[in-house]
């Protein structure tokens, strides 16, 4: 089992930055691939961004120039930073892993940009 803590969804205006944080219960050196992804009522959910053990990057297409995905193995965290925030982003973003071919999510923190 691996366990995640999402941090630093908030409200935003338009333009702003955030940076969310997920912390999980193990090493995430051993981690195949973290990301992020989102979900609103009535929406399919969208993987915004990954980052696998070897570096290498995904982002969604609404997403991509804007949000950065990094990951801080001694600490065991990966972070998505936002910029140039669109009330279209607002959403209430999941961290996830992959392990051993098994995938953990996160609680969840919303996000909310106003226009």
């Known amino acids: 089992q691996v366990q995640l803590v999402e941090s630093g969804g908030g409200l935003v205006q338009a333009g702003g930055s955030l940076r969310l944080s997920c912390v999980a219960s193990?090493?995430?050196?051993?981690?195949?691939?973290m990301g992020w992804y989102r979900q609103t009522p009535g929406k399919q959910r969208e993987v915004v961004a990954s980052?696998?053990?070897?570096?290498?990057?995904n982002y969604a297409d609404s997403v991509r120039g804007r949000f950065t995905i990094s990951r801080d193995n001694a600490k065991n965290t990966v972070y998505l930073q936002m910029n140039s925030l669109k009330p279209e982003d607002t959403a209430v973003y999941y961290c996830?892993?992959?392990?051993?071919?098994?995938?953990?999510w996160g609680q969840g923190t919303q996000v909310t940009v106003s226009s």
């Open positions: 996830y892993v992959i392990r051993r071919a098994s995938t953990y």
């Open positions: 193990v090493a995430s050196s051993n981690l195949a691939s």
């Open positions: 980052l696998s053990n070897t570096g290498w990057t």
